[in-house]
């Protein structure tokens, strides 16, 4: 502990991608903790005619952004540095260009107020943010889908993750913007995706569920994209209610594949772990705000006698209040880092482990 009764007020900054966020998060012991300010700039509008991120563009947004975000944060909290016990910042994985704006601002905070600076890993981030969002409690089984990463995790505590699973090609957010984009349906495409979806047959189409049946906990959807899009091109032209039901059928595959694989887990958890009495499964990364997947977590969770948790909405996609929550984590069990430390664009999430 930092302090004798633990009460921590974290600074957070996350630019490790197309959000400019910043974040204020009181900690307290017990990992209990209060959000007093959360902000997100997004970039949607800057990177839409592109159909994708653009990195340049995105570090020009950042640079434009992140300060005036930091005033507002301490407006809302009615806050200043003084009061400040740590400043974290997402070190990595990310965009190098994003991730160097970020740091830049918070190594310069630091060394001017003397605050300790905490580099936070992204993925840790999210697989944390339960704990201060649902008060949920270690050990649970993470299923980390995002635009950039597709895992199933053990989370035993703090600084303490076995990945069990990944995936071998696309990550199941890259899957479904691919899709979108082929669709031409508007960016963000995973969400435009899920939008049309809704008014299709997800039965419709008979698409594959690769790796369903294997051995493993491994996730791969190359070859689900790909069958899509040649099913696309079988039936141009495609009509309203023809679109809705490829939209429809290609989620459904989806989600099939991200439940076979974490049913997969449990047994494999159960065999090699039966210490840790798992009862929680967790979803977690801008993938987990798809609505029909978290229904079916949910059915699935009650068919396990396990409880299902994912965060809300706002803090499944990137946000700074997981990158505060984190760092204040790692802080408050004596870790705060150098000014020195280094931007890394790739930065797998065992490696923050603590022995």
């Known amino acids: 502990m930092t302090k004798k009764n633990q009460d921590l007020k974290i600074l957070g900054i996350e630019t490790s991608c197309d959000e400019t966020a910043v974040a204020i998060v009181n900690i307290k012991e017990n990992y209990k903790g209060k959000i007093l300010s959360n902000k997100i700039f997004s970039q949607n509008k800057e990177h839409s005619p592109y159909g994708g991120v653009v990195p340049e563009i995105a570090s020009r947004s950042h640079v434009e952004h992140l300060d005036d975000l930091i005033d507002q944060a301490l407006k809302d909290s009615e806050l200043s540095f003084d009061n400040f ?30 605050v300790p600076l905490i580099g936070v890993n992204h993925l840790e981030g999210h697989a944390l943010t ?7 409690s270690f ?71 690769p790796l369903v049946g294997q051995d493993n906990c491994d996730f791969s959807f190359s070859g689900l994209k790909t069958a ?3 099913l696309v091109r079988s039936i141009e032209p495609v009509d309203e209610k023809t679109s809705a039901d490829l939209a429809a059928s290609y989620q459904q595959a989806i989600i099939d594949c991200l439940i076979n694989r974490l049913s997969k887990s449990i047994k494999i958890v159960k065999e090699l772990r039966p210490d840790l009495k798992i009862k929680n499964l967790v979803a977690s990364g801008g993938v987990a705000a798809n609505k029909r997947l978290v229904e079916q977590m949910q059915e ?22 997981m990158i505060a929550w984190a760092g204040g984590l790692r802080l408050s069990a004596g870790m705060r880092d150098p000014l020195g430390i280094n931007a890394k ?4 999430l065992e490696e923050v482990n603590i022995n």
């Open 85 to 114: 016990d740590g400043i974290a910042v997402t070190s990595g994985p990310g965009l190098i260009g994003g991730l160097i704006v970020g740091m830049a601002t918070a190594k310069g905070l630091s060394l001017a107020t003397n």
């Open 130 to 136: 339960p704990l201060l969002t649902n008060d949920t």
């Open 139 to 209: 050990p649970y089984i993470l299923l980390l889908v995002s635009g950039g990463h597709c895992q199933l995790i053990i989370v035993e505590a703090l600084g303490k993750y076995s990945k069990i699973g990944t995936t071998l090609d696309d990550a199941v957010g890259e899957a479904f913007d691919k899709a979108a984009k082929f669709m031409g349906l508007g960016y963000p495409g995973g969400p435009e995706l899920e939008k049309l979806a809704l008014r299709g047959n997800p039965y419709a189409f008979d698409l594959p569920r």
């Open 228 to 230: 899509f899009i040649r």
């Open 300 to 321: 699935f969770s009650k068919e396990k006698n396990m409880e299902f948790i994912s965060p809300p909405i706002e803090f499944c996609t990137d946000n700074a209040a």
């Open 345 to 348: 664009a790739r930065w797998p």
